[in-house]
């Protein structure tokens, strides 16, 4: 567990404040069916969402906790988080669920620009 605060939110575009940050693309990858399949209650994973706010426009990564990981069946998966649902399907390649690689460089960034995150 890091030393230091994590942001909540990891923006990548933001059309309303001209943020676009690819850089943030590298800090994180996609978790697979099997790795999505083994997370438990309480552990954190980062989601794509898209938009994140109804207006839209605004995309990026938002730190989310497991509440329940629910087998469909061998190959489909519901991840369940306080405020939402995700189907995960092995094979797809279309997960939204992420791990942050480097919690550091995030950090580094939005100290930055905060307009990625808040810390």
Known sequence: ??????????????QWNGLDNREI?????????????????????????????????????VRKVVTRVEMVDKDKLRLHFRDGMTTVERGRGNSKVYDLLNPESLVRLVSEDRRIGAL
Do not use: C
Request: proline share 10%; charged share 15%.
């Open 25 to 61: 693309f590298t800090l994180f990858a996609p978790l697979d069916f099997d790795q999505v399949a083994v997370l438990r209650p309480g552990q954190s994973f980062w989601y794509d969402q898209d938009p994140i706010y109804h207006h839209g426009k605004v995309y990026g990564y």
């Open 1 to 14: 567990m890091p030393s230091f605060e994590l942001p909540q939110m990891a923006l990548y575009h933001n």
